[in-house]
């Protein structure tokens, strides 16, 4: 993900961010700006987690990017609510 630049690391953040926020139901604690961090601070994680599996993550492209902001950001948004102790707003 490191090629697509600081424009592409926002756009992808923000959009994984958003769609994980509606899977783990957060989305009314978080606004645009919390969805962008969650989605890059996923994509760190996401990235980092596949890479211990051995999954090549430099060469995946655009949608490996997104999925992978995904993926790590859902699972960022489980282990704050485990820490804080919060649920899901219903």
Do not use: H, P
């Amino acid at each position: 993900m490191l090629g697509l630049g600081i424009l592409g690391w926002i756009i992808i953040g923000g959009l994984a961010g958003w769609i994980a926020s509606k899977i783990m139901k957060t989305d009314a604690q978080q606004g645009i700006l919390l969805n962008i961090v969650v989605g890059v601070i996923g994509g760190l994680l996401g990235g980092f987690l596949l890479k211990l599996f051995g999954v090549d993550v430099e060469g995946g492209g655009l949608w490996f990017s997104f999925f992978t902001c995904l993926g790590g950001a859902v699972i960022l948004l489980f282990l704050v609510n485990l820490v804080t102790g919060r649920r899901a707003v219903r």
